[in-house]
């Protein structure tokens, strides 16, 4: 079963690509009705990206995607755009991730929208929002990274730059979008007013540094990358035992004899370099040594067993396969299947969010390009078969 905390809310989804389809499938698994737009010819660009491929259909495009419904019409042509006007008469939300002035020149602006339903919502998510000197830059997770200084501060001391594994820098943004249109309904329950969302993607990941730059804007220090170490916390980073990687974090001090014991140095746990976490921190370069050697003796698995039975935070650096064995993602529901119409059983991420009462997850698959274009059409709008045929006779749907 879905997460009904939004049931009723409706949504025209016009994103495409990541950075926003991810935002609109989370409110989707909140309950939403999310009714995706896409092009007649050839869709959501990411149907078409991999491998891999399962019949035909995109592993990319599936993992955005779930729990929503595919309209395929043609913005472009008049009678595609009245048949949007007449989904937002009936919906909560429009959401878009076009390059500024894209929704006007399709006569779908927010001053449109608005005069068509004044309680719309319309959510605009692009790379550099809708004002300021960059605002007409295209945008790419990659770039976005970059130029947030994220890329800056990944990776390990005097190694080329590398992007984060996960596409924060569209993530980002599409998670902002899902607050900012959650805090948006419920600000029109209280005022019966609609919003107009702005949401750029720099301004999310400049938002996301947090403490990295708050230290830059106190003491103007520019940082580079660390690796999997930690600016203030020692010890606080991965370490290779026999066979994987593992990281601890002793974060609080209270952890640091414990970790001491179990790493049978007990009398370092004392020693006046490593005492409290300001002295390892200055003594950074003679603990990390001692360290390595000793998580060198034993398993990864061994190591975390030791220290998680002694309260210290730890964890195996897992590969994908190995993530997907863990039993606390099968108690959670983090992975789920789906029936899909095309490639039949898959294996999908779950929704992260849970509510009272828990129950097992049950999702709807990525839909196909158009599978719900009459259904929409017929039973939301309320067109007759003939008016819907004559659409597709003219190539406004598919």
Known sequence: MLTQLLSGVRIVDLTQMLAGPYGSMLLADLGAEVIKIEDPRGGDPTRRIGPPFVQGESGYFMSVNRNKRSVALDLRAEEGRRVLY????????????????????????????????????????????????????????????????????????????????????????????ALAISAALYARDKTGQGQYVDVGLMDCMVSLLTY???????????????????????????????DIYIVVAVFVEKFWHAFCE?????????????????????H?????????????????????KLLSEAGVPCSPINTLDRVFS????????????????????????????????????????????????DEVLRDILGYAPRHILGLREEGVIL
Not at 102 to 130: A, D, K, Q, V, W
Not at 138 to 154: E, V
């Open 262 to 282: 179990v790493l049978g140095i007990d009398e370092l746990a004392d020693d006046p370099r490593f005492a409290d976490n300001d002295q390892r921190r200055e």
């Open 326 to 373: 863990e039993p606390q993602v099968a108690a959670r529901d983090m992975l789920v299947e789906t029936d899909h119409p095309r490639a039949g059983q898959i294996r999908s991420i779950g929704n992260p969010v849970k509510t009272s009462p828990f129950a097992e997850q049950r999702s709807a698959p990525a839909p196909l390009l158009g599978q719900h274009t």
């Open 86 to 177: 007449d989904l937002v008469k009936v919906s909560d939300v429009v959401f878009n991730n076009f390059r500024p002035g894209t929704m006007e020149r399709l006569g779908c602006s927010h001053e449109t929208l608005r005069e068509i339903n004044p309680r719309i919502i319309y959510c605009s998510l692009t790379g550099f929002g809708e004002t300021g000197p960059y605002r007409d830059r295209p945008a790419f997770d990659l770039a976005i990274q970059a130029i947030s200084g994220a890329i800056s501060i990944t990776g390990e001391p005097g190694r080329p730059p590398v992007r984060m594994g996960v596409p924060m820098g569209d993530l980002g943004g599409s998670l902002f979008c």
């Open 212 to 242: 990295v730059g708050q230290y830059h804007l106190i003491d103007g220090r520019v940082p580079g990358p660390v690796g999997s170490a930690h600016q203030s916390v020692v010890p606080y980073q991965a370490f290779a035992t026999k």
């Open 284 to 304: 950074r370069d003679e603990l990390t040594p001692i360290l390595e050697r000793i998580f060198l003796t034993r398993s990864g698995d061994e190591w975390v």
